[in-house]
């Protein structure tokens, strides 16, 4: 990530033209996803603690059972102008031992060019840059939506078979 007071942003979904990804799941305890979420952050995506924020959280008991809403932003390094960003958001309900709870994926690559010094919000070093990301780097940012994709599908299939086992009742504690 660049770090710069002025950047010139180019953001792409993973998944054109679709925003995010939803997965539904009803069943036996959905409040067992907030743990399997963040284990699957950190194994799956491979994000080191720092570049994972949870957004909000709110976890509410009420008579009826429980309701949850949980909000992550994981950033995922690929190179010194070029990230994933994925927002990951958990809500549910449970009463008593079934609920329900909905998954969002919202995944996007994000690529950033300083512009704070002279030379960068001159014309030459703009006409140079685009040149530069025209004939090169186009194909690394490909490179990169390619392996977002299959970096979110796995993410997403992992989160997709933990439910599938939760309703076997084979999923672990």
């Not at 799941?25 to 067992?32: A, D, I, L, R, V």
């Not at 992550?72 to 927002?87: H, T």
């Not at 994926?105 to 030459?124: A, C, F, G, S």
Request: aromatic share 16%; hydrophobic share 40%; proline share 3%.
């Amino acid at each position: 990530m660049v770090w710069a007071r002025t950047k010139l942003m180019i953001w792409d979904y993973i998944f054109e033209p679709v925003v995010d990804i939803r997965i539904s799941y009803t069943g036996k305890t959905p409040q067992k996803f907030y743990k399997k979420i963040n284990e699957l952050i950190r194994t799956v995506l491979n994000v080191p603690d720092a570049y994972v924020q949870e957004k909000s959280y709110n976890w509410e008991k009420t008579k009826d059972g429980e309701k949850f809403e949980i909000a992550w932003e994981v950033a995922k390094v690929l190179d010194v102008f070029s990230y994933i960003v994925l927002e990951i958001d958990l809500r549910g309900f449970s009463a008593g031992d079934e609920g329900k709870a909905t998954i969002r994926i919202r995944p996007r690559l994000i690529t950033e060019y300083p512009q704070d010094t002279i030379w960068q919000q001159n014309l030459i070093y703009e006409m140079l840059r685009r040149a530069w990301h025209r004939f090169f780097y186009h194909r690394k940012r490909m490179e990169y939506l390619n392996f977002g994709k299959e970096l979110v599908t796995s993410f997403e299939s992992s989160v997709k078979r933990f439910g599938e086992l939760m309703n076997q009742g084979i999923a672990e504690q």
